[in-house]
């Protein structure tokens, strides 16, 4: 099964899935349980933690943008083994050697002591890198 957005209104959850929402627009996803020890979901949740606290209700929510998250799961599906170690940052850079590029994302991010490109995967509401 694919890790893509789910379709329709079924909300049936395979066993070693789980469902998690992306982005501002909440987009459903199933992703299997074991990306959670990948380091871009850890980077995720650790944000997801900082910008929604652990009280949350309806499920996951991971505070990036939908269309990075695609990539980020395009990537893992093609290869997890040759792609699952990567850090956020090294997501964002395969991202832009590739020529991926967002028009609904953001042309700004905001200052950390990692060099930003024209894309960021978080949301800029609280969100702290």
């Given at each position: 099964?694919?890790?893509?957005?789910?379709?329709?209104?079924?909300?049936?959850?395979?066993?070693?899935?789980?469902?998690?929402?992306?982005?501002?627009v909440r987009m459903r996803f199933?992703?299997?349980?074991?990306?959670?020890?990948?380091?871009?979901?850890?980077?995720?949740?650790?944000?997801?933690?900082?910008?929604?606290?652990?009280?949350?209700?309806?499920?996951?929510?991971?505070?990036?943008?939908?269309?990075?998250?695609?990539?980020?799961?395009?990537?893992?599906?093609?290869?997890?083994?040759?792609?699952?170690?990567?850090?956020?940052?090294?997501?964002?850079?395969?991202?832009?050697?590739?020529?991926?590029?967002?028009?609904?994302?953001s042309s700004s991010c905001k200052?950390?002591?990692?060099?930003?490109?024209?894309?960021?995967?978080?949301?800029?509401?609280?969100?702290?890198?």
């Open positions: 099964m694919s890790s893509a957005a789910a379709s329709g209104s079924s909300h049936h959850i395979p066993s070693g899935f789980l469902t998690v929402y992306v982005g501002e199933l992703i299997p349980t074991r990306f959670l020890n990948l380091p871009i979901f850890v980077y995720l949740l650790n944000i997801a933690e900082e910008e929604y606290g652990f009280k949350f209700s309806g499920g996951i929510v991971l505070p990036c943008e939908v269309d990075f998250f695609k990539q980020v799961l395009k990537f893992l599906e093609k290869n997890e083994k040759k792609y699952g170690n990567l850090e956020v940052h090294e997501f964002l850079k395969l991202i832009q050697e590739v020529g991926f590029d967002s028009s609904s994302s200052e950390s002591k990692r060099s930003c490109s024209r894309f960021t995967p978080l949301l800029h509401n609280k969100a702290r890198i």
